[in-house]
């Protein structure tokens, strides 16, 4: 029997601190090698975006793969990728932790557009009350001296 599996995952996280480093040149490069890493993993990416201070990634695991070891893959990597290639000259650090949210696959087209429009979405509302908004809706329980 072979496994089979369809579940979209909107992973996100941030700079440290939020500090906006990941200034706009550098994005794309930055998205493409995060794909190759996905990629190398047997993961689909249906969209990756971000603005200065955190990225969204929309994907769908391979099996094989463990979450928390796929995010742990791409901040290790993309940070010496970032450092060795300088690509944003101000990037200390990936924040510690992440969030990964699970949505039905009828809901992706939504989530391409969401994540593809985080610029203009971003003009209206900050990190941190983007991802306090998605820990309730996904009803999380947090505390908001780790949210910092």
């Not at 089979?4 to 500090?19: A, C, D, H, P, W």
């Not at 200065?52 to 099996?63: A, C, N, Q, Y």
């Not at 593809?116 to 209206?124: A, I, R």
Request: one cysteine or more.
């Amino acid at each position: 029997m072979s496994t089979y599996t369809q579940i979209l995952y909107q992973i996100v996280f941030s700079t440290k601190n939020r500090e906006f480093t990941l200034v706009k040149e550098g994005r794309e490069q930055l998205f493409r090698y995060i794909w190759g890493i996905l990629k190398n993993n047997n993961c689909h990416l249906y969209r990756i975006n971000g603005v200065e201070d955190h990225i969204h990634i929309l994907t769908s695991l391979h099996p094989s793969i463990a979450l928390s070891s796929l995010v742990k893959d791409i901040k290790v990597a993309s940070s010496k990728f970032i450092k060795e290639n300088q690509v944003f000259p101000n990037f200390g650090y990936w924040q510690s932790g992440y969030g990964a949210f699970t949505y039905s696959y009828n809901v992706k087209e939504n989530l391409i557009a969401y994540i593809k429009n985080q610029e203009e979405h971003h003009k209206n509302i900050s990190f941190l009350n983007e991802y306090k908004k998605l820990l309730k809706e996904f009803e999380i329980e947090f505390e908001e001296k780790y949210l910092l």
